[in-house]
């Protein structure tokens, strides 16, 4: 193996470059390839090639949710962080995350709940189109699910992406049943910078394609 001299700003263009050469014959619908790919690009992990699962037209909901200038609210600051602010700037979109509100750790201890399902709550108080974007407590996708099956919200896309070992996958299975438009990762795998790729891949798709 031979170091490759790529200028800096060529580095991510020869990683997708790569990511498509070693694709190979797999093949991925057009408006979802972008998303898988960024994914990998995150994570280096081929295997959301074939557990990243969309439900019909998440992608165009997503971005149509984006050019609406929507709100995207995220379960940890880390995922929070990673989502391009540049980006959302272009589209008049903004990102939030709760987890560290007074009101939402207040509500999480009355109730004996977590802060992640108290974020949910506060999600439903939000105005115009929102993306949820989870990618570290399963216990948001859990009352997510609920706050939808009670018509308190109505989420543009869900983004069910946490990672571990306890009740995620139940959640995610919750999600994927359900009829709000999701993009999931199935199985245990995901995280907070998952989340934030995926969000990143739609709104390139309208920044950076535009």
């Known amino acids: 193996m031979k170091i490759e001299h790529i200028l800096p700003a060529d580095i991510e263009r020869r990683s997708m470059e790569i990511i498509e ?7 991925l619908p057009p408006m979802e390839k972008d998303v898988i790919k960024r994914v990998i690009h995150t994570s280096a992990d081929f295997e959301y090639a074939r557990t990243l699962r969309f439900s019909d037209a998440a992608v165009e909901r ?3 949710a984006l050019r609406q200038g929507c709100t995207i609210v995220t379960d940890t600051n880390m995922a929070c ?3 391009s602010q540049a980006a959302l700037d272009k589209l008049g979109c903004r990102k939030v995350c ?4 007074a009101d939402v750790a207040a509500e999480a201890k009355a109730k004996g709940t977590t802060r992640a399902a108290a974020c949910m709550d506060k ?3 939000l105005e115009g189109p929102v ?3 989870v990618g570290n407590a399963p216990t948001a ?3 997510l699910h609920e706050l939808m099956e009670q018509g308190k919200i109505r989420p543009e896309l869900v983004i069910a992406v946490p990672v ?9 299975e919750l999600i994927m049943a359900g009829r709000a438009p999701y993009i999931a990762a199935k199985g245990r795998k995901g995280g907070s910078n998952i989340a934030a790729a995926i969000c990143n891949a739609l709104l390139y798709k309208l920044t950076r394609d535009a």
């Open 21 to 27: 050469e070693e694709l190979g014959e797999i093949c």
């Open 164 to 172: 571990g070992f306890v009740n995620v996958v139940y959640a995610k």
């Open 81 to 83: 962080t990673g989502i």
């Open 131 to 133: 993306i949820i974007a």
């Open 123 to 125: 999600a439903c108080r």
């Open 141 to 143: 996708l859990i009352r």
């Open 62 to 64: 997503g971005l149509a």
């Open 98 to 101: 709760f987890m560290a509100d």
